[in-house]
């Protein structure tokens, strides 16, 4: 997958840049989960902390405009269990979007998740070094650790989880 712009600008969930956003957005906190054969559900941090966590040491927040920063332990449930926990595990999908409240998305294919490439897994972080994030601090983060230098992958404040 190229990171030149101009090779997705017909998909805002593809590499672009954006503009930084430092305070949260407002609304509903609650993230929306859909899948094509099943009605919307939606998932509160409390569900993500009731699934199994998996804890991640040595992890950078890259953030558009104020540098990087870290580092950080992020915990939270791989973001394949959070799908497998929504659907049936036998059920066909090739890609995830994750998308945050002020619009900011990625897409993940299932390969990445299946087999990361940084070995650890990718997952929706509701604990930073220990404690409950904050609204203020992204409140669930999708944490990709094989993203070092370009923060397109950071998702913060997740709205939507879209399997395709």
């Known amino acids: 997958m190229g990171t030149n712009p101009s090779d997705h600008q017909h998909d805002p969930l593809r590499p672009h840049s954006h503009e930084p956003n430092p305070e949260p957005p407002g609304g509903d906190p609650t ?39 870290g580092p950080f332990t992020f915990g939270g449930p791989t973001l394949l269990s959070v799908i497998d926990a929504q659907v049936d ?18 897409r993940i294919e299932r390969a990445e998740l299946l087999n990361p490439t940084d070995s650890r897994p990718i997952i929706l972080a509701c604990q930073l070094n220990g404690a409950v994030l904050t609204r203020q601090q992204g409140l669930v983060r999708l944490i990709v650790p094989s993203e070092h230098d370009d923060a397109l992958r950071q998702v913060k404040w997740i709205a939507v989880i879209r399997v395709k």
């Open 31 to 69: 993230m929306r989960f859909e899948f094509p054969t099943r009605a919307k559900t939606l998932i509160a941090v409390a569900d993500l902390l009731r699934l199994s966590q998996v804890v991640l040491a040595d992890c950078f927040i890259v953030s558009t405009g104020h540098g990087t920063s």
């Open 89 to 106: 595990t036998s059920a066909s999908w090739s890609q995830v979007e994750v998308v945050s409240a002020d619009g900011f998305g990625t």
